[in-house]
C-alpha cells in the first residue's frame, strides 16, 4: 500500500510538473501575443490621419492581427513543445531545459518583434506591409544602416522595440526562476499523464500553424474585410508577411522572365498598339475620350468554369450540350476567335478584368504582397459604380478576397455568405444558387439609383462533378451532364434576369475562365484549353459575330468603350469595336503560343523548343520554322516580355 502511494505521488508530482511546465509555455505565448498587438496599436495611431473618419470599424483589423499574430507564435511555439515533450517523457526537468527555452523565446519574438517595429516607419512610407521588397538592399548594407539609424523620426521605432525586448527578455527571465524551482528530476514511472497533457497542445498549435478549418491555409486575404487598404493590412502579421513573400519570389513560376530585351519588347508592344505613352504613367498609356455622353448601363460579366468553345454546338461539338449559351451566342454580339490568357481560374480573372497578359503558370492575384492593378473594377468604381464580385467558393482560395477588394471590389460575396446546407463540396455552392442569390442583391443596387459592375464567377463544371438532383440531364456521362447542368443555370439566370427592371440597361457578359482538355488536336498544347467564347448580350447592340482575333485583356476596354467612359488605359487591350487584331497570344502553364488565322506557334521555354504548325488545313500539320511563325514569335515574346516589364 506505502508502495502504490508513493507510485501515486510520484505520477501526480510529474503531471504537475507537467502542468507547470505548460503554464510557462502558455504565460510566453499570451506576452507575446499582448507585445504584438501593442505594436499594431502604435501602428493604428500612426496611420489613423490616413484611415479616414468613414472608414469601416477598425476592431476586425485588431481581431485579425490576433489570428496572424496567433499564426506566427504558434510556429514559435512548436519546437519549444516538442522539446517539452521529450523532456516530459524521459523526466527530464532541470534548469538547463528552462535556459533552453528562454534562450530560444528569446531569439525567435526578437526577430519577430524587430519586424513588427520596423514595419511601423516602414508601412508609413510604402503604404505597404514589411515584405519581400527589403531584400533589394542586401547588397547596400551600410546605407541602409545609415538610413535606418540616421533619420530622427525613426529613432522612436528603434527605441521602442529596445524597450518591448528588454521587458520581454525580464518576463523570460522571471518565468524561467519560477518555473525552474518547481521542476527536479523524477523517475521513469508515471511520465505518461504529462504526455497525455502536452501531445493535444502539440496538435493544437500545429492547427493555430494552420490558421484556419477551412480547405486553404491562412493567406494574408484572411485580413481583409473592407475597402480601406490600412484597415485591411493592419491585420496582417509582419513577419508573416516578410516569411511568405519571401518563399513566393523564390518558386519557380514567379521568376522572372527573359525572353528579350524589355526596352525593345516595350516598343514593339507600342507599334502593335499605335500608341506613343504617356510620361510619367506607362509608355503604353493613352487617354480615352469617347464621343457622346456615357450610358450609365449595369454591366454583369460571367465567368463560366472551363468553358471551352469546343463543347458548343456553333464550334461544331455535335452532343446538344449548350443550347441556351448557342442561343445567347446567335443573338448577342459574339466573337469566333476569342481565347483565354492562361488555363487557370486566376488567370481569367486577372487578364478579364485588369487587361494584363498571364504569364505561363504565374498566379498574378497570389502574391503575399498584394499588387495594384488599374482596369475595369477600378474604372467603374471611381465612375460612381457600385463593385461586386461572387463566387461559390471561400474568399480566401487564390487570394482573390485581398487582391479583388484591394483592385476596385466594394463587395465580395462568398462561401461564407451562404447557407452551409447550399454548400455542395470544397468548391462550395452550385452553379445556379450563385445565380439566385446575385439576383436580389443586383435588384437592391439597382434600386439604389447608382449603376453596378458585377462579376460572377462559376464553378460547377469543375470536377468533383455535383449534378443537382432537380436538373435530369440527357446524357449520362458526368463530364457532358455537368456542361448541360452549367448551360442550363445560364438559361435560368437570364430568364430570371430579363423579369428585373434594370435587364434593359444591363451589358451582360459571358465567357469561360478558359477551356479544357477536349479529346487530343496533336498540338504541343490542345487548343481547347485556351479557345473559349464570348458573348456581349444588350438588347441595343448588333446581333453580329466576329471573326477577327481577341483575347480576355480586350474584354474590359471593349465594355468601357461600350460604355462611352473617358479615362486613361494603361494595359494591353483593345476595344475590339474600334480596333483589330490580326493575331492573338496566350499561356498554358509552361507553354506559350500565338495564333493568326493559318498559323499556331508554340515556345516551350523550360525545353527551349519550337513548335509550329499549320491550321490552315484539316488535321495535324506541323511545319518547320519560316516568315510567319517568327512574327507570331516577335509578337508573343514582345507582348510577355512587356508585361513583364511594365506590370
Request: glycine residues 6%.
Amino acid at each position: 500500500s506505502d508502495q502504490s502511494d508513493s507510485l501515486l505521488l510520484k505520477q501526480n508530482l510529474n503531471m504537475k510538473r507537467a502542468f507547470r511546465l505548460f503554464l510557462y509555455l502558455l504565460s510566453v505565448h499570451v506576452a507575446a501575443l499582448v507585445l504584438l498587438s501593442v505594436l499594431r496599436l502604435v501602428l493604428y495611431i500612426v496611420m489613423s490621419e490616413q484611415v479616414g473618419p468613414e472608414a469601416a470599424s477598425v476592431w476586425p483589423a485588431f481581431l485579425r492581427g490576433v489570428w496572424f499574430d496567433n499564426v506566427v507564435a504558434c510556429y514559435v511555439m512548436l519546437p519549444a513543445l516538442v522539446a517539452a515533450l521529450v523532456a516530459t517523457a524521459v523526466g527530464y526537468f532541470r534548469r538547463p531545459l528552462l535556459r533552453g527555452l528562454n534562450v530560444w523565446f528569446g531569439v525567435a519574438y526578437s526577430l519577430v518583434l524587430m519586424c513588427s517595429a520596423a514595419n511601423i516607419p516602414y508601412f508609413a512610407y510604402f503604404s505597404r506591409t514589411l515584405n519581400s521588397s527589403i531584400w533589394e538592399w542586401k547588397s547596400y548594407v551600410g546605407q541602409t544602416a545609415g538610413m535606418v539609424l540616421g533619420e530622427a523620426s525613426w529613432r522612436k521605432y528603434i527605441l521602442l522595440y529596445i524597450v518591448l525586448v528588454a521587458l520581454f527578455s525580464l518576463l523570460l527571465w522571471w518565468l524561467g526562476r519560477r518555473t525552474a524551482r518547481q521542476l527536479e528530476r523524477v523517475p521513469a514511472r508515471g511520465r505518461w499523464k504529462g504526455v497525455a497533457l502536452l501531445l493535444p497542445l502539440i496538435g493544437l498549435c500545429v492547427f493555430g500553424i494552420r490558421g484556419r478549418m477551412g480547405y486553404n491555409p491562412i493567406k494574408v486575404s484572411a485580413a481583409y474585410y473592407c475597402d480601406n487598404a490600412i484597415l485591411n493590412q493592419l491585420g496582417i502579421n509582419p513577419a508573416f508577411c516578410l516569411l511568405r513573400s519571401t518563399l513566393d519570389d523564390a518558386r519557380p513560376e514567379n521568376q522572372r522572365l527573359h525572353l528579350m530585351d524589355d526596352n525593345e519588347a516595350v516598343r514593339n508592344v507600342q507599334a502593335y498598339l499605335g500608341r506613343e505613352g504617356i510620361a510619367g504613367v506607362s509608355p503604353i498609356a493613352r487617354r480615352i475620350v469617347p464621343e457622346g455622353e456615357p450610358t450609365r448601363k449595369n454591366v454583369v460579366v460571367v465567368l463560366m468554369e472551363s468553358m471551352s468553345a469546343k463543347l458548343m454546338g456553333r464550334f461544331g461539338n455535335p452532343d446538344h450540350l449548350t443550347p441556351h449559351l448557342d442561343s445567347l451566342y446567335q443573338h448577342s454580339l459574339s466573337f469566333a476567335n476569342f481565347y483565354s490568357a492562361g488555363n487557370h481560374t486566376n488567370n481569367g480573372i486577372f487578364s478579364t478584368l485588369y487587361g494584363f497578359p498571364s504569364i505561363l503558370k504565374r498566379n498574378a492575384m497570389k502574391g503575399t504582397v498584394v499588387p495594384r492593378y488599374e482596369g475595369l473594377p477600378t474604372v467603374l468604381r471611381d465612375k460612381g459604380y457600385s463593385t461586386l464580385f461572387f463566387m461559390t467558393h471561400e474568399a480566401q482560395y487564390d487570394n482573390m478576397n485581398a487582391f479583388l477588394r484591394t483592385n476596385g471590389f466594394e463587395e465580395i460575396y462568398s462561401q461564407e455568405n451562404y447557407p452551409r446546407e447550399k454548400i455542395v463540396n470544397h468548391f462550395g455552392v452550385a452553379d445556379d444558387y450563385l445565380f439566385s442569390y446575385a439576383l436580389p442583391i443586383l435588384r437592391r443596387k439597382a434600386e439604389s439609383g447608382r449603376p453596378f459592375f458585377a462579376t460572377l464567377l462559376t464553378i460547377s463544371n469543375h470536377p468533383p462533378y455535383i449534378i443537382q438532383p432537380y436538373f435530369h440531364p440527357r446524357h449520362k456521362d458526368p463530364q457532358r451532364a455537368i456542361v448541360e447542368y452549367a448551360d442550363w443555370a445560364v438559361g435560368e439566370f437570364m430568364k430570371a434576369a430579363a423579369r428585373e427592371p434594370w435587364f434593359k440597361n444591363t451589358i451582360f457578359v459571358f465567357l469561360g475562365d478558359h477551356g479544357k482538355k477536349l479529346g487530343a488536336d496533336g498540338y504541343e498544347v490542345e487548343e481547347s484549353f485556351n479557345h473559349i467564347p464570348l458573348i456581349i448580350y444588350n438588347s441595343g447592340l448588333p446581333t453580329e459575330e466576329r471573326l477577327d482575333f481577341a483575347g480576355q485583356i480586350d474584354v474590359g476596354p471593349t465594355l468601357l468603350g461600350l460604355l462611352r467612359l473617358p479615362y486613361v488605359q494603361r494595359n494591353f487591350g483593345i476595344d475590339l469595336l474600334r480596333e483589330r487584331r490580326e493575331m492573338m497570344f496566350y499561356c498554358a502553364d509552361e507553354v506559350m503560343c500565338a495564333r493568326d488565322a493559318n498559323h499556331l506557334y508554340i515556345y516551350n521555354p523550360s525545353a527551349a523548343r519550337d513548335f509550329c504548325y499549320d491550321t490552315s488545313r484539316p488535321g495535324f500539320h506541323p511545319v518547320p520554322m519560316s516568315a510567319p511563325y517568327q512574327r507570331l514569335k516577335k509578337y508573343l515574346f514582345s507582348n510577355l516580355q512587356a508585361s513583364e516589364k511594365l506590370k
